[in-house]
């Protein structure tokens, strides 16, 4: 019997945070990534008669783990977690780092240390489904906020997105693409702008956008391919062009 091809269900938790629930329709089971809270993930795997067989942590902010306990206290499975954050985030079965690769089901992940956001990060890249679960490194138009690296290391976070297949499918955790489109309309009104993407690409972007998030759809999974063109955090040049973004963005 042929196989059929797993799939990703977004669960929307808090204000605008995501949880990816990886669904292997052969076996019934499924995989959970960055929990923030269980309840939610909780009843949809009970709902759908899913077997959870594995959760994956991007990094140690609270509302992308905060849910883990309980959901493995409910449905028993192992936790994978960065190397990096083992004193911040306690409690898991498999600690990983750069080049590992995490196997659960049909699904092989190869682990990017991508630090920036917090200096641990990981991001979990599956090569033959060209998926990747970024957590909070890249957004919609945007990237994530630098807490605990430094401009380099975000900015060469940001490099290794390009090595990627065009046709990756970027899982980040926020719904963040309206707020940053509006910082990438004020970008494009500045006189001086050092970055100029793609003017008809993002209204293109833009149009798509709104009619998504009328229908209550969210923007995420992002397209590489896209977001090369008009995500401005791609297009800057240099460690000085995506710092003057990451000051100006954290302004607005
Ligand atoms: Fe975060």
Same mark, same amino acid.
Not at 24 to 46: M, R, W
Not at 47 to 53: S, V, Y
Not at 90 to 104: I, K, M, N, S
Not at 174 to 188: D, G, I
């Given at each position: 019997?042929?196989?059929?091809?797993?799939?990703?269900?977004?669960?929307?938790?808090?204000?605008?945070?995501?949880?990816?629930?990886?669904?292997?329709?052969?076996?019934?089971?499924?995989?959970?990534?960055?929990?923030?809270?269980?309840?939610?993930?909780?009843?949809?795997?009970?709902?759908?008669?899913?077997?959870?067989?594995?959760?994956?942590?991007?990094?140690?902010?609270?509302?992308?783990?905060?849910?883990?306990?309980?959901?493995?206290?409910?449905?028993?499975?192992?936790?994978?977690?960065?190397?990096?954050?083992?004193?911040?985030?306690?409690?898991?079965?498999?600690?990983?780092? /750069? &080049?590992?690769?995490? %196997?659960?089901?049909?699904?092989?992940?190869?682990?990017?240390? =991508? $630090?920036?956001? *917090? +200096?641990?990060?990981?991001?979990?890249?599956?090569?033959?489904?060209?998926?990747?679960?970024?957590?909070?490194?890249?957004?919609?138009?945007?990237?994530?906020?630098?807490? /605990? &690296?430094?401009?380099? %290391?975000?900015?060469?976070?940001?490099?290794?997105?390009?090595? =990627? $297949?065009?046709? *990756? +499918?970027?899982?980040?955790?926020?719904?963040?693409?309206?707020?940053?489109?509006?910082?990438?309309?004020?970008?494009?009104?500045?006189?001086?702008?050092?970055?100029?993407?793609?003017?008809?690409?993002?209204?293109?972007?833009?149009?798509?956008?709104?009619?998504?998030?009328?229908?209550?759809?969210?923007?995420?999974?992002?397209?590489?391919?896209?977001?090369?063109?008009?995500?401005?955090?791609?297009?800057?040049?240099?460690?000085?062009?995506?710092?003057?973004?990451?000051?100006?963005?954290?302004?607005?």
């Amino acid at each position: 019997m042929a196989s059929t091809r797993p799939r990703v269900e977004l669960i929307p938790i808090f204000e605008d945070n995501y949880v990816f629930c990886l669904i292997d329709h052969d076996n019934q089971e499924a995989l959970v990534i960055d929990p923030g809270e269980a309840s939610k993930t909780s009843q949809f795997l009970k709902d759908n008669g899913l077997k959870l067989t594995g959760v994956l942590l991007t990094h140690h902010h609270n509302d992308h783990i905060g849910g883990v306990r309980s959901l493995v206290t409910e449905h028993p499975a192992p936790v994978i977690a960065p190397k990096k954050n083992k004193t911040q985030i306690g409690a898991a079965d498999t600690w990983v780092a /750069e &080049g590992e690769r995490v %196997q659960l089901g049909p699904f092989n992940f190869e682990v990017l240390e =991508l $630090p920036g956001h *917090t +200096l641990g990060h990981v991001a979990y890249w599956e090569p033959k489904l060209k998926w990747l679960f970024s957590g909070d490194v890249l957004f919609g138009l945007g990237c994530g906020r630098i807490f /605990e &690296g430094t401009y380099e %290391q975000a900015y060469e976070s940001l490099q290794r997105f390009k090595k =990627l $297949p065009m046709e *990756t +499918l970027i899982y980040c955790t926020h719904e963040y693409t309206e707020a940053n489109l509006n910082f990438c309309n004020m970008l494009s009104n500045l006189d001086n702008s050092p970055i100029t993407g793609d003017s008809e690409e993002l209204e293109m972007y833009a149009n798509q956008l709104h009619s998504r998030r009328e229908m209550d759809l969210p923007s995420v999974p992002l397209k590489l391919s896209v977001e090369m063109r008009v995500n401005p955090f791609l297009l800057a040049k240099s460690v000085s062009q995506f710092s003057y973004l990451r000051d100006l963005r954290n302004k607005q």
